[in-house]
Nanobody
């Protein structure tokens, strides 16, 4: 079994910063892409950022220039540094990893961490 555990969410004022972390544990051979998604109140889950195994990154237009995704392969951990936070960034943030196990490649999700930005 593989578990993804997120941390770092919380309440912050407009213009503030937060750093989210997500660590994977369990029977893992390797991890390909790592990503963050979010789901705001009354909205569908949306893509935020992605980082490949080689370090290539992609961002949603809404967070470009404000958020930075990074990874520590030795720790099976992905980070999301969020700066200049706005109320529209309020959401539950989920990490996602494409993990290689004995049975093959599978997608895994974290339980989510709440980020609330007050105006």
């Amino acid at each position: 079994q593989v578990q993804l555990v997120e941390s770092g969410g919380g309440l912050v004022q407009t213009g503030g910063s937060l750093r989210l972390s997500c660590g994977a544990s369990g029977s893992i051979f390797s991890i390909d892409r790592m990503a963050w998604y979010r789901q705001g109140p009354g909205k569908q889950r949306e893509f935020v950022a992605r980082i490949s195994s080689s370090g290539g990154t992609n961002y949603a237009d809404s967070v470009k220039g404000r958020f930075t995704i990074s990874r520590d392969n030795a720790k099976n951990t992905v980070y999301l540094q969020m700066n200049s936070l706005q109320p529209r960034d309020t959401a539950v943030y989920y990490c996602n990893m494409y993990v290689r196990r004995v049975a093959g490649w599978l997608d895994y999700w974290g339980q989510g961490t709440q980020v609330t930005v007050s105006s």
